[in-house]
């Protein structure tokens, strides 16, 4: 089993649709948890941190669930400019952080 | 604050030749890392420094590759010989310490090996 898995989609959603991406993680003594937009042919760019308690930045939501042991991404009311690769990279101590291999996200008119 | 700097963008060369990329991070980033990202996969770790310390190589192919970051500042990575399945995105990021801390992406490299 990998250390951190990601679906990797693609997900094709309609602008205005709701879409969610979870991120499960193996190692229970994780500690940070984040979330990362990647454009086509561009650098990894954070979106947000994950929190335990949850936190929303706009049309965003992160959620962290321990006990399953995965964290999720909500995107509400999807632009076409949401189109991107998104990653989830989770710190698992001992100065290691792992990458998701990523959910391509591609938002229709 | 300026980002984290890299060059080339782009390099091109045939296998069996060497090439070196350089990395310089957001200033008063303790900690620089490479990553060798292929088309379709996430980034994978090859190096991470913690000032000019090595943290983790453990997928640092050391046969070939190898990392320096003198003054624990700016940093560079060396492909010697190169071989054909290195061609990928070379990203370098900087977090300001190891721990819980996001990390910040430079423009990355890209490699191709003919």
């Known amino acids: 089993r990998k250390e951190v898995e990601q679906d990797p989609g693609p997900f094709n959603v309609p602008e205005g649709a709701t879409v969610a991406f979870n991120c499960t993680y193996s190692?229970?003594?994780?500690?940070?948890f984040f979330w990362y937009r990647q454009d086509c042919r561009k650098e990894p760019k954070l979106l947000m941190s994950?929190?335990?308690s949850g936190n929303e930045d706009g049309r965003f939501t992160a959620q962290l669930n321990r006990a399953s042991q995965y964290i999720s991404l909500l995107i509400r009311d999807s632009k076409l400019s949401d189109s991107a690769t998104y990653l989830c990279?989770?710190?698992?101590?001992?100065?290691?952080?792992?990458f998701g291999a990523g959910t391509r996200l591609f938002v229709k008119a | 604050e300026a980002g984290v700097a890299q060059s080339p963008r782009y390099k091109i060369i045939e296998k069996r030749q060497s090439v070196a990329f350089w990395c310089n991070p957001i200033?008063?980033?303790?900690?620089l890392y490479w990553y060798q990202q292929i088309l379709g996969q996430g980034p994978k770790l090859l190096i991470q420094?913690?000032?000019?310390?090595?943290?983790?190589d453990s997928q640092l192919p050391k046969d070939r590759f190898s990392a320096e970051r003198l003054k624990g500042v700016d940093s560079t990575l060396k492909i010697q010989p190169a071989k054909l399945e290195d061609s990928a995105v070379y990203l370098c990021?900087?977090?300001?310490?190891?721990?819980?801390?996001?990390?910040?992406f430079g423009d990355g490299t890209r490699l191709s090996i003919l």
């Open positions: 990021a900087s977090s300001a310490t190891t721990y819980n801390q996001p990390q910040h």
């Open positions: 190692n229970s003594a994780s500690q940070s």
């Open positions: 994950v929190y335990s």
């Open positions: 990279a989770v710190y698992t101590g001992g100065f290691k952080t792992i």
């Open positions: 200033s008063g980033h303790a900690t």
């Open positions: 420094f913690q000032n000019n310390g090595v943290v983790d």
